[in-house]
């Protein structure tokens, strides 16, 4: 019977564990974290046994780091202390993998241990190990920074699609689709704040466009200095040319250069329906909305019709009253659920629904 050590049960490496027990309900769990969260896992049958100690990882088969990046970095070092088994194969999760490589190589290089570095890039607005869900990996992309047979079997439970990029190629790429779009998200609600002294209807009118492009903004600060830190030279590169990319259009503006701006517009727009978007690093949320009027059991009434669905968050974004209608905001999580809701809604009501 294999063992595996899960170290870190938060979101990822819960909803991992699940995943591992769901093709290899035979393999023997552990998991190490503080002992508050082991009891929960333990409840929740996420893990099989709680480990005591990191000492726990001299009789695992296999090892997997679900930990913020720093604390993955200590992890490794410590665990290069102990008596672990030949050829135990050891993976992480963190979000970028060069100095995780790095320190690898430097430890494990004169050992017979198995390094493979490896980012799910799949994510949630909720975290924790309550929050560990056995389909959060379906369909997403899982980087490995190598090629890994045993790895690969360890994790098909998680139904995600395995592709294999080197560790300075996957910090260039998710530094540009992943950890700026953080930095925008935070900044635009940043700037939006500072309007807002002025202008306080800014807190009231910021839906829409706003609302999506900021909702990663409320991702965790020290998950995301981490990685910042950690793959700075990509980071700042992407802001230069971002900032270069405002005052090209800024000059377009002040030009008055309506047919520049318009190919600024299309551009973007043919671009974005063209690129390939997957779950990602960055949650997607497929978002239907549906008017309701101030009734009793409307709310209810809806949800009935969608008993059968996976529905991520629901939200009432205006606050109802006698003559107006309230926006019902209900979260998918993929776009064939949130069409199939849109179609039955629409056929059981006369509420206006819009996705």
């Known amino acids: ?73 200590e992890t490794l070092r410590e665990l290069a202390e102990l008596e672990l088994k030949e050829q135990v194969l050891i993976t992480d999760t963190g979000s970028t993998k060069q100095s995780i490589i790095q320190l690898a190589q430097e430890l494990f290089e004169s050992k017979k241990i198995i390094f ?15 929050a560990a869900d056995v389909h959060l990996f379906e369909n997403a992309y899982y980087v490995l920074t190598e090629e890994n047979v045993a790895l690969r079997d360890l994790l098909k439970g998680l139904g995600a699609k395995f592709i294999i990029v080197n560790p300075k190629e996957h910090d260039q790429v998710t530094g540009q689709v992943s950890h700026f779009p953080h930095i925008l998200a935070s900044s635009l609600v940043l700037q939006a704040e500072e309007y807002a002294v002025t202008h306080p209807l800014v807190r009231q009118l910021g839906a829409g466009g706003f609302r999506d492009m900021t909702r990663i903004a409320e ?18 590169e992407r802001i230069e040319t971002f900032k270069e990319q405002l005052d090209a259009l800024s000059v377009k503006i002040k030009a008055q250069d309506e047919k520049g701006l318009k190919h600024f517009f299309d551009e973007g727009k043919s671009i974005r329906q063209n690129m390939e978007i997957h779950r990602g690093a960055i949650p997607n949320f497929y978002d239907l909305f549906v008017a309701i009027p ?19 968050n629901i939200k009432i974004n205006e606050e109802n009253r006698e003559d107006t209608h309230g926006q019902l905001q209900i979260s998918f999580k993929t776009e064939t659920d949130l069409e199939r809701a849109y179609q039955i809604i629409q056929l059981a009501t006369d509420f206006e629904v819009r996705a």
Not at 116 to 130: D, T
Not at 294 to 312: C, W
């Open 294 to 312: 101030d009734e009793k059991g409307v709310v209810l009434r809806i949800l009935a019709l969608l008993q059968d669905f996976s529905i991520t």
């Open 1 to 73: 019977m294999k063992k595996i050590l899960i170290i870190g049960l938060g979101l990822i490496g819960g909803s991992i564990a699940l995943g591992i027990k769901r093709a290899h309900p035979h393999y023997e769990i552990w998991g190490y974290d503080r002992p508050e969260v082991q009891t929960i896992a333990l409840e929740q049958t996420i893990i099989d046994h709680a480990a005591p100690n990191l000492c726990s990882a001299e009789q695992a088969d296999i090892i997997l780091i679900a930990l913020p990046l720093e604390a993955t970095l």
């Open 116 to 130: 493979v570095g490896g980012h799910p890039m799949a994510g949630s607005h909720k975290s924790g190990v309550r």
């Open 219 to 236: 991702a965790d600060s020290t998950m995301w200095t981490g990685i910042l830190l950690s793959n700075p030279d990509v980071i700042i």
